[in-house]
């Protein structure tokens, strides 16, 4: 646990799951807060960056919150004491739905995207913030998303590969002259042979969940 997640008023073991969809972590006795985060640990520069952030805790444990929380999550070189205080890319700021009740456990699922402004490793950094007083009840800094240039540019060849493949198949379905077809019938058959090549460049370079 970091030094600023043991100085909590309430005691928090989190959570992070930096993988595609898998299960959700659920609160007990030794993990009042948990905090599962679903992202990929690679990412495009400036390409929409998806992440999911599952809040669980113990009946009572958010009793004492005095405004609406939120879950806020951004994108950084490195982690501040609070959301606010954090420089970075913004990926995650909403209202809680619902909010907790008196007394009873709790569970909410929040999600978000941001573009990511920079290459290089950089941090996931998670909140659950009482929005009215400031008071934090759990964060987590502990998973580093890579924002690759390798995938970025194996990924925008593929891209535009894809865009040239459509347009050529858009001016066929317009075309009616017969020498005009066959050029473009042969364009259409070499594109989808470098979109293939490309997309299996960009899966090898960004992974699962990044690359179409």
Not at 7 to 19: N, S, Y
Not at 141 to 147: H, K, L, P, R, W
Not at 155 to 174: F, I, M
Request: aromatic letters at 4%; proline letters at 7%; charged letters at 20%.
């Amino acid at each position: 646990m970091s030094h600023r997640a043991a100085a909590l008023a309430l005691p928090a073991v989190l959570i992070a799951v930096l993988t595609l969809p898998s299960a959700l972590a659920t609160a007990d006795s030794f993990t009042p807060v948990t905090l599962s985060i679903r992202a990929t640990p690679v990412a495009r520069l400036r390409v929409a960056f998806p992440v999911r952030v599952t809040v669980s805790a113990d009946p009572g444990v958010l009793d004492t919150s005095e405004g609406p929380m939120r879950i806020e999550v951004k994108l950084a070189g490195e982690c501040g004491g609070n959301f606010q205080t954090t420089p970075g890319t913004t990926l995650l700021n909403k209202q809680l739905q619902p909010q907790p009740a008196t007394g009873r456990a709790y569970s909410a699922t929040a999600g978000g995207s941001g573009r990511p402004k920079a290459y290089g490793s950089q941090t996931l950094c998670v909140f659950l913030e009482d929005t009215d007083v400031g008071r934090v009840y759990a964060n987590d800094e502990s998973n580093q998303v890579d924002v690759s240039r390798p995938c970025t540019a194996s990924a925008r060849r593929y891209d535009s590969a894809r865009t040239q493949l459509t347009r050529a198949q858009r001016q066929l379905r317009h075309t009616r002259r017969r020498a005009a077809r066959r050029r473009l019938q042969r364009t259409i058959i070499t594109r989808k042979r470098t979109l293939n090549r490309d997309r299996r460049q960009a899966r090898a370079a960004c992974g699962p969940g990044v690359a179409p």
